[in-house]
């Protein structure tokens, strides 16, 4: 089997499927999503957060795509599930701050509210915050997606 | 607390929970989405209005965002006017909506209709926002979304024109946002402050110790909101961009976004700088002779075109420059005159666009040469642009009138009767290129030749209330001139 070869594409141009780039990314993918998602749940903690952890985990998924096609990028999250999510997550980053209200606190209130705070420097404490930073991570994430997916069909 | 109490949080989070759900909506269950939207619009402005009772009843209402006062939180706060505004800027974005719905169905391509609605909601929440913060760095962010959403209701037509209109108003608007931040430094640098009151209170000593970057802020602020609002020299994006957009579009951008800049400019003078400031450098002078040259220019370049929605676009010109005027002239009548014309002239000229529209949909014409004779074909949208132009005028018993007269009445009381004859000559002008339109379409002998396809109830009741509501403001002005001029003495 070789290496590396041309196809033709549907719209025209060629397509460079290259063994090297593909084993490679599908390695490293995981990698990529496991770190990302580190750096998003340790936003309250560490430099970084959710914008920062729902770029890197975005970026993966758009290694995949990039390196085999479309095809097998949409069955890692397809187009509409990715813009699904990015209203979702906008929307949960709303409810928190509504939850906050049903719980007698102010809009987007934290430690007013009464959410859990837990032991400062733990994984699991901050309350809100950790919430919201998941919340925002995934509308990170799904934007990048959506993004990639609006431009490459754009060409078509 | 009762949830009466997060009134000022909510207003803003409905809209932008609307926004977010749309698309959901439009994609797996289409029919309620745009239901959905209206019931979001007619949430906030229930809820504005009953902020208004509240304001009125215990006076000014102070919100602090998760909890955390200032200067460190972010703190929303109501007064009448910024109450007044978000019913006006709510209750307006309503009427276009439900105008938009059928209109965009013709305008626009089927898979985007749903992306419309998220961009109208998040820029309707975004007004909502400026009118409501009292805080520099939360305006300055708001207007960043505004203006986003802003240019992508122009460029969702996706032809041409609405793009080459929407990348120049993409650039000027984010070099006024630009100037705008710039401003926030140098306050910032002088007072370490990002709170309106707070500012307020220390801006009083530090001018003397750092005049140059209290003025240069000034500066930039006239500059950043002049742009964004199109006072005269500083227009140049408007007309491209209000006259190629969707009809709803246009009607938004010429109704409330340009007068919410407006409105934020005067809550820099007003509610940042501190009050003896604006006597002691000619901040107004300036605004003043900006908006006296605006209302010329913007009335002599709308006599020259030719084509309906870029006249209407020019018009808005002259028209945002009589609010700039009422600021101008630092006098509670002139306030009065200023707030008042945001009201009539958002109701006006949306119902001018409209007209416009329902003439594009069912006629196809665009020209202002070949609408001769379509008052004997479309009698009611011809009404309601005999209304409309009547109220921009100043006729008397629309509510164009009031607003004039008590710019007329100030500009007496300040001693400078100069401004008395700009604004009666700027009214002339309007005259000169609304009324041949009219005129033309009742009396023309020849019959109208293009074809005409009937026109969908829903754009000729929206077109019904516009009308109205132009008629109640000229009559029944006394509730909110009184609601204003309580407010505007407080300012002084």
């Keep these: 089997m070789p290496l590396s070869r041309r196809t033709e594409r549907r719209g025209g141009g060629t397509a460079i499927e290259d063994q090297i780039v593909r084993i490679t990314s599908r390695l490293v993918a995981p990698f990529i999503q496991v770190y990302g998602i580190y750096v998003i749940l340790h936003g309250h903690l560490s430099p970084g957060g959710s914008f920062s952890g729902g770029a890197i985990f975005g970026a993966s998924l758009v290694l995949v795509a990039l390196s085999f096609n479309l095809e097998t990028g949409a069955k890692q999250i397809s187009h509409q599930l990715a813009s699904g999510l990015e209203s979702g997550g906008a929307f949960g980053f709303i409810l928190t701050g509504l939850i906050a209200i049903a719980i007698g606190g102010n809009f987007l209130a934290n430690r007013a509210a009464g959410f859990p705070m837990g032991q400062a420097g733990e994984l699991f404490s901050a309350g809100a915050i950790l919430i919201i930073t998941v919340f925002v991570g995934i509308k990170v994430a799904s934007t990048i997606v959506t993004l990639f997916y609006t431009i490459i069909e754009g060409e078509e | ?492």
């Excluded at chain 2, 370049?301 to 009589?322: C, E, H, N, P, V």
Aim: aromatic fraction near 14%; charged fraction near 10%.
């Design chain 2, 1 to 492: 607390m009762g949830i009466a109490d997060h009134f000022p949080a909510l207003i803003v989070v409905v809209l932008f929970a609307a926004a977010f759900l749309s698309p959901l909506l439009y994609r797996y269950a289409e029919k309620i989405s745009a239901p959905f939207v209206i019931a979001s619009l007619l949430l906030s402005l229930l809820m504005s209005i009953a902020l208004l009772v509240q304001v009125q009843q215990f006076g000014p209402v102070f919100y602090h965002m998760g909890g955390w006062p200032p200067p460190w939180g972010i703190e929303f706060s109501a007064d009448p006017i910024r109450v007044y505004i978000l019913i006006v800027v709510t209750a307006v974005s309503l009427w276009i909506f439900l105008y938009a719905l059928r209109d965009l169905k013709h305008e626009l391509k089927k898979e985007v209709i749903g992306w419309y609605y998220t961009l109208y909601s998040i820029l309707v929440g975004s007004m909502a926002g400026i009118a409501l913060t009292n805080d520099l760095f939360n305006l300055f962010v708001l207007m960043e979304i505004c203006a986003i959403s802003a240019c992508a209701i122009i460029s969702i037509k996706e032809d041409r024109e609405c793009l080459e209109a929407s990348f120049k108003y993409l650039i000027l608007s984010a070099m006024g946002t630009g100037c705008f931040l710039l401003g926030v430094a140098m306050i910032y640098m002088a007072t370490g402050y990002l709170n309106y009151s707070f500012i307020q209170a220390a801006l009083a000593e530090a001018i003397v110790h750092y005049p140059l970057n209290i003025f240069t802020a000034a500066a930039l602020f006239i500059v950043a909101f002049g742009t964004k609002a199109a006072l005269f020299p500083l227009h140049v994006w408007l007309p491209d961009a209000h006259a190629s957009a969707p009809t709803p579009s246009s009607a938004m951008l010429s109704g409330l976004v340009i007068k919410i800049y407006a409105f934020a400019l005067f809550l820099m003078f007003y509610h940042v700088f501190p009050r003896g400031m604006l006597t002691t450098i000619p901040l107004n002078e300036i605004i003043l002779w900006m908006a006296a040259l605006g209302t010329m220019f913007g009335s002599v370049y709308a006599m020259i075109q030719t084509d309906l929605k870029k006249m209407l676009a020019f018009s808005s010109i002259g028209q945002i420059s009589y609010i700039f005027m009422g600021i101008g002239f630092h006098h509670d009548l002139a306030l009065v005159g200023a707030f008042y014309h945001i009201m009539v002239h958002a109701i006006t000229k949306a119902l001018l666009f409209m007209t416009a529209g329902v003439i594009i949909y069912s006629t196809g014409v665009r020209k202002i040469s070949d609408l001769a004779g379509i008052g004997r074909i479309l009698p009611l949208t011809m009404l309601a642009f005999t209304i409309g132009s009547a109220s921009m005028v100043g006729i008397p018993g629309t509510g164009g009138l009031i607003s004039k007269w008590y710019l007329a009445l100030s500009a007496l009381e300040i001693g400078r009767p100069l401004f008395v004859l700009v604004i009666l000559a700027s009214s002339l002008l309007n005259a000169i290129y609304y009324m041949p339109i009219v005129i033309n379409a009742f009396m023309h002998q020849e019959d109208f030749i293009h074809e005409v396809r009937p026109v969908p109830r829903y754009m000729l009741a929206s077109l019904i209330v516009g009308m109205f509501f132009v008629i109640v403001t000229g009559f029944f002005s006394r509730p909110v001139v009184t609601l204003l001029e309580q407010a505007a003495i407080l300012l002084f």
